[in-house]
């Protein structure tokens, strides 16, 4: 008998830590939630920039290229924020970030950019930058030298081509594959009058001149340590392109990847040199 | 005591030899020295001027496994014997080709570095059918000023200890060996004839060829590459970031290195 309620009781009290672990798996669950994203706003510049923030170190910004969002870094995220606080923004209009302005500049993004780290307390910081993001990068490095550590430019162009203004003139909403429009709606959280904006933010890039017109002398105002990373291949920039970058820029290095297209560091065999290299090169041991 | 010795000493001459794989082949009045490994399509690996065959041997194991790898020493180079005393990248094409002949391969790939790959150059541009696919490392299709400026430099008295046991290293037969090949060179910066492409030549060569150079070569600047790469038709150009004129023998590369010549030369590079 005694042994029976003893039974109940432990049934009981069992049932109660049942709920009680339930609870706390649950809320274990959605802190993990709230601090894997590690999203937060930032209003600057009359925009509100989304940003995320991951590990600890030296601070190692990473910029998205046009219409993408800052997803495009997971695959390397865990790895490098091990050695540093990662920051990756939306830019301005992209992802969960506004635009107002309806237009896209990316000396206007830059500007987002510093007043991001001013917002964060960072005086200087490591920064890679893809397309777009290399572009804001160019533009950052040269509005000032004293900031920027070090920094990868990947599928960069210190001007927009001709097959580049080629490319994105006929752009339009209706052109894109579903298979574009579902990354586009995967980086685009607010739906596709968000992306229909992106797409003519795009096309205007063929009539863009004093945005993105970086001369050699002009680019030889960059001063910290840059790797250079272009594709062979890149339908956009011609090697060249890259080439006479390298030459301008006073301490930099080129990589250029074989049979590697606009966005050569995701190409599968070249991601894991691409953490290797940059690993290297950001603690100044390339 | 001395039977045992002899005995030992055959052993280890027994053990020597075909670790080495090394044999020879008489071509073109000159007596080319080469080692052979593995089984497969025939791989030929062509080393840099004042090089030898011992340039390739950290990644012989790794190709040798696919391939069946033919590795000489180019004329006057090594155990090779060059009785013309001048050297020219078209009579090493030459001996090349001669010594597949009389290996009765007709066609093969090949990797060449510096010398070796401008040796390339000549070979695929003199015959477009025997090539199957090429890696040329650090070469370039004409002799620039930087490297005619420091080749004029070079006397045996101006090498470094380092550099005199490496060039001894790769050359046995002595420091007149030495002192020849260091005249070949001081002479390349003299000679135009030989390494002498132009664009519409180079679009001569028909086999997919992979370009690989680094950024930081100071021999020959990468202008010269990225030409090369507009100018061969079925081509790829990979720039190695602080890349010297042996850029893919760092160790940071030589792995990836490794993995993108195994694609290329099964022709899955895409």
Redesign the interface.
């Known amino acids: 008998m005694d042994s029976m309620l003893i039974w109940r009781f432990y049934i009981g009290e069992h049932l109660n830590t049942m709920k009680v672990i339930i609870l706390f798996s649950l809320f274990i669950l959605i802190q993990n939630e709230v601090t894997a994203q590690n999203g937060n706003y930032a209003y600057v510049n009359g925009v509100k920039i989304y940003y995320e923030t991951y590990g600890n170190g030296p601070p190692l910004v990473l910029l998205h290229p046009f219409s993408g969002s800052h997803k495009l870094w997971e695959q390397w995220k865990d790895s490098l924020s091990q050695d540093y606080l990662l920051i990756t923004p939306d830019l301005r209009g992209h992802g969960n970030s506004t635009n107002p302005s309806n237009e896209f500049r990316h000396d206007d993004s830059a500007k987002d950019i510093y007043a991001l780290m001013d917002k964060l307390d960072i005086k200087k910081f490591r920064a890679i930058g893809v397309s777009s993001g290399a572009g804001i990068l160019i533009h950052m490095a040269t509005m000032d030298s004293t900031r920027i550590n070090s920094m990868i430019l990947v599928g960069a162009s210190s001007f927009i081509s001709e097959q580049e203004r080629e490319h994105v003139k006929n752009q339009t909403f209706e052109s894109y594959s579903e298979e574009d429009l579902s990354w586009l709606r995967e980086h685009s959280s607010k739906g596709d009058d968000q992306i229909k904006m992106l797409i003519d933010q795009f096309r205007s890039f063929a009539y863009s001149y004093d945005d993105m017109n970086f001369t050699p002398p002009y680019l030889s105002l960059i001063k910290c340590p840059t790797?250079?990373?272009n594709g062979?291949?890149d339908e956009y920039y011609p090697?060249?392109i890259p080439?006479d970058m390298?030459k301008a820029i006073p301490n930099s290095?080129?990589?250029?990847?074989?049979?590697g297209g606009h966005l050569p560091i995701w190409q599968k065999?070249w991601s894991d040199?691409f953490l290797?290299?940059s690993k290297?090169?950001l603690v100044n041991k390339? | 005591m001395k039977k045992i010795i002899l005995l030992s000493l055959f052993v280890l001459l027994q053990y020597e030899l075909p670790a080495q794989n090394g044999k020879y082949a008489n071509v073109n009045g000159a007596k080319i020295y080469y080692e052979t490994y593995g089984n497969g399509q025939p791989l030929v690996m062509l080393h840099a001027f004042s090089g030898s065959h011992k340039l390739w041997e950290q990644w012989i194991d790794t190709f040798s496994k696919e391939y069946k790898l033919i590795i000489p020493d180019l004329r006057g180079h090594g155990n090779s014997t060059n009785p013309s005393k001048i050297f020219r990248h078209k009579d090493v094409a030459q001996d090349i080709y001669a010594l597949m002949d009389n290996l009765e391969i007709s066609e093969f790939n090949a990797i060449g570095v510096s010398t070796g790959a401008m040796a390339l150059i000549h070979m695929a541009t003199m015959d477009s059918t025997r090539i199957i696919s090429m890696i040329m490392i650090s070469g370039v299709f004409y002799n620039p000023e930087q490297a005619r400026e420091f080749q004029k430099k070079r006397t045996f008295e101006s090498y470094s200890k380092e550099e005199l046991s490496w060039l001894r290293e790769h050359n046995p037969q002595g420091d007149d060996q030495i002192k020849i090949l260091t005249d070949q060179f001081r002479n390349l910066a003299f000679t135009y004839d030989d390494m002498n492409f132009t664009k519409p030549y180079l679009t001569q060569i028909k086999c997919p060829t992979?370009?690989?150079h680094g950024?930081?070569d100071a021999y020959f600047p990468?202008?010269i590459p990225?030409e090369m790469?507009r100018a061969i038709p079925n081509s790829?150009?990979?720039?190695?970031?602080?890349g010297g004129h042996f850029p893919i023998w760092q160790e940071?590369w030589s792995d990836?290195f490794v993995?993108?010549a195994k694609?290329f030369l099964a022709d899955k590079?895409?």
Do not use: A, G, H, T
Request: aromatic share 14%.
């Open positions: 790797l250079i990373i062979d291949d090697v060249e080439v390298y290095r080129l990589w250029i990847i074989p049979k065999l040199q290797k290299v290297q090169f390339l | 992979l370009i690989i950024d930081n990468i202008e990225v790469y790829s150009l990979w720039i190695v970031p602080n940071l990836q993995k993108v694609l590079f895409r």
